[in-house]
């Protein structure tokens, strides 16, 4: 007998402040190999206290991740890229197996990650002299409006992409957000959630501060009612073309006033396209402006 | 906020501290009492009251007794007053009152003394080597002794810039408390010259040690200087000395001096002065305006308000 | 006249030279030395000769003055005397749709097709022309507001001006403010404003819109609908275009109307939290874009190295501008225990010295509140800061019998769970507790759903530095308060808002941006 056939399917836990977490509901769901019924492996069934229990550890980094130079923010998102190509055959043999993906497009969407990444890296030092400014007030005083990132992020997307379309998406969309010094919580779509463990071994291993960026698996329709209501989650990035999900994350996200930023997955933020990165990084920053006197 | 030590005469240290001052805030504040519109029974007695409050002032090296003496006339009827009753009869005004003192150099104090016998106008006698003093302690306190002795019942004197600016605080509060000390019972004007000191910052400072150190009043130029008074100058000490009452319960007064031209400007100091130490500054003994060109101004406002018309300058004598 | 002493006898001299006493008596302020006569500043009144009130102000649409298909209207006040001032219409749906449809059909046949530069020529006559008329302008806020002549003469106008002066330079320029993007108008923008500064809130919003190329239909605050119709006189004068700008008046019902209507393209909103979680759920399934400026509870910092004499002008300027009635009023005071007690002291004097009263006299300080309904809000909110425990202070001054008037006050030692501390009063109403450490006074600062503005006092630039960049707030005075301009974005964090207005930031309020 094939001793590989009696391998233990493993669980693929949840990332949440640094840690690998069972769901604290004990419940899951399996994903299985691309066209059989043959089990990959178990996926965390993800409950509103995951959902909390991440945001919590997300806000406790916030002020860290925040503080930290844009340089030293930088320098993280790069070393993701070069962690990402650590874990690239372990990334391909999953999208492989599960998402019925060619080892060529695998490899592709690998190369997408990679160059989010990199791209992204060299945005977080950048996006706040491209948005910020000086401002030539009249009087004496010297007023200025910069950037800063909004705080807890929480990120869903729709199920219908890919693997090889939702992976790029997926980090695209978390670097751009994190790159400002935010902090997210993001349900995996499900294409990108059998491959919740490498990404979190890439988040793990970056020198990123534990909550920074907290990963779940779950059921979307159980979840989205607690992301938009959670009162300590000031902004939710949807990337999708659902407008039920756009309506009730508006309306939920109304009681404290949550920026809801909506972008079709099809204006995806991938191949270092310049002009949606800026926009990107500029829905999830707050502008404040100071004023100081300056003299006569 | 600046902390500085000093030793008073007893051996006592002191510690003397400041809040900083935001010059773009306090110029907001000093032009927002430009912005009072006073108008009406509270012209005229602001009117009334900064004529009170003059000091009439000749410091020429070319005065002489009979320009003091024409100068203390002025004092003590800044205009006739048969003149001024026949222009105020249709509104039946008050008389104008005198002015609160002729400020003079010493050696003009005799004259001074005698030409305002019977008025109740002080004699204020510039001392310590005005302007610039640049003298030895020595000559500062004869030269106020001097001027007590001549009958001057105030003496304004001017602190050791050079001694400031240089960090010589204790040297500045030393000659104040030295000089105080001269006058006796003669009231003692401190002279900061605001307008050598560069900063409010330091306008803060010169006034808190010169309070602390004697004063009576504090006064901010000796008119030899641009920029001379200013509001914002003026509001710094007026901050201080609402400070210094808060901490010690003692009254000291202020006098702005030069740059005061206009009765609207003597209204805006009023407001000013009503309106960050109260009313009980409103009188000469704690506050006076070192402005004589500003009293024939004040004249032209009330003969204004008296008649209706408004009158040129030659309905008033020069001094 | 036997006296010793020099200075007595300068007293009586001047005592005697006074004994014909006047009305004003001078007297008693010169006699015996101490000044015992309160300088009483006479009434300086602006006169209203330049104001022509209408009785009846109907709607602005399509470039005319017309009748609100109800015929209804509905009075607006005097806060200063409760007197009624004069009648406004009351827009229904049928009023609002057709100012929409005017506005659209203005959208696609003129503004949208204009030039920049041509949008821009608009805009700056507008700018000439209310400065042109500034004093109408001012005193008709301040009959229909209660904000002191002083306020908005000397900062509401000359602002409203700027606004349109710095946005119309905009008009063809705008490829600049978003460099390799594609820009577009969004089409019809319905906008609702308040009525703390309803002229400043109108050129606030107008501005800008019509700047990026859209067309307009304001909803003034029904308290203040009047200078808002005055401002649609000067669009007159200006040759705007007809229908570029349409002015629907009314309370709720309206602006709901406005908000609700199918056909615009973009709701911006000024005002309360609560009004604006309804308009964030009533657009939630739209395509509306959606920007809104709403409350705070602004915390003002002093730290002990402060220009303690300049703070202490901030935090009265930040509170007790408007009678309190600003979004981003510096209503929580945050001060160093260190200097806690003096200061509280010196708060005390001080506010002693501002003049309540008719808004029109030119010394007014403080005027009245704008409504009997904000007036009771306001006393059931000091009413219920007594109850908690705060300690309670307002100066002595005597308010006017008619109108609906505030004396300046605040409470000392409120603790962060007070009521005081956490809703937005939106009168003058200052709530004072004190912090040991700079990270503590940040604690305190952003313990506030909130997050609109914050002051913070220190000569120390690296701590005003830090602390400016920790709090959470979309506007930091630092060292100094309440300071406005066009070019500067304004807007805030979390509960406080979506979007900024002011500057290139609030272009994109008003535009489609785009990657190319």
Redesign the interface.
Known sequence: MDKRNLRVPKTIKLFIGGEFPRTESGRSFPAYEHGTQKVFAHLCRASRKDFRNAVTAALSARAEWERRSAYNRAQIIYRMAEMTEGHREEMVSVMEKVGGVSARDAHLAVDEVIDAFVYYAGFADKFSQLSG?V???????H?F?TP?P??CVAMIFDDDDGAVTALPTVIATMASIIASGNVVTMLLPGAVAPLLAPLAEIFATSDLPKGVVNLLTGHRSELLEHFASHMEV?SISYVGSD?TV??KL??L?????K?VVCFESK?GAQNG????G??RIASFV??????????? | MRSVSMIDKEGRSLAVVVPAV????A?ERADFFTKRSIKKDSKLHALYLAISMCDLTTLEGADTPGRVKQLCEKARHPVPPDVFASVARTKNLPPIPSVAAVCIYPSMVSVAVKALEGSGINVASVATAFPSGQAPLSTKLNDTRFAVSEGATEIDMVINRGAFLSGGYQLVFDEIAAIKEACGEAHLKVILETGELGSLDRVRLASEIAMRAGADFIKTSTGKIQPAATLPVTLVMLQAISDFYLKTGKKIGMKPAGGIRTAKQAIQYLCMVNETLGTDWLTPDLFRFGASAMVNDILKQIFKEATGRYYYDRAFSLD | MKMTNKRAQKRASAKASTTNVSKFAPAKAVAGGKSAVKFEYAPSLESTDIVQIEKRNRLFIGGKFVEPTSGRYFPTINPATGERLAEVAEANEKDVDLAVKTARQAYEQIWSKMSGKERGRYLFRIARLIQERARELAVLETMDNGKPIRESRDIDVPLVA?HFFYHAGWADKLEYAFP??SIAPLGVVGQVIPWNFPLLMAAWKIAPALACGNTVVLKPAETTSLSALLLAQIFQDAGLPEGVVNIVTGAGATGAALVNHPDINKVAFTGS?EV??II??A???TKKRLT?E?GGKSAHIIFEDAALDQALEGVINGIYFNQGHVCCAGSRLLLEESIANDFVEKLKKRIAQLRVGNPLDKNTDIGAINSEAELKKIGKLIQLGKDEGGEFFEPKCALPEKGYFQRPCFFSNVSSSFTLSRVEIFGPVLAVSTFRTAQEAVVKANDT?Y?LAAGVWSEKGAK?HKV??QL?????????YN?F?P?????G??????G?EG???GLSAYLD????
């Not at chain 1, 996200?253 to 006033?257: D, T």
């Not at chain 1, 396209?273 to 949606?276: A, F, G, T």
């Not at chain 3, 941006?513 to 190319?516: A, D, E, L, M």
């Open positions: 400014c401002n030539p007030v009249s009087g004496p005083h007023a409006t800063e909004v705080g000031q407008n756009r309506e508006k309306t996200g109304a009681e404290n006033m920026r204006d396209d310049i002009n949606i800026l926009e707050e502008f404040k402006t100071v004023w100081h006197p300056i003299g006569h | 935001d010059e773009v805030g110029i | 700027a390799g993007q939290t604006g979680k964030a759920r657009v939630a399934g809104l709403l759903p997050g005003i400016a960049g959470k707030a979309g506007v930091v005075w630092a060292n100094t300071k301009d070019s500067a974005p304004f807007g964090y979390n509960e406080s808002g979506w900024r500057g290139r930031h941006v785009r990657g190319k």
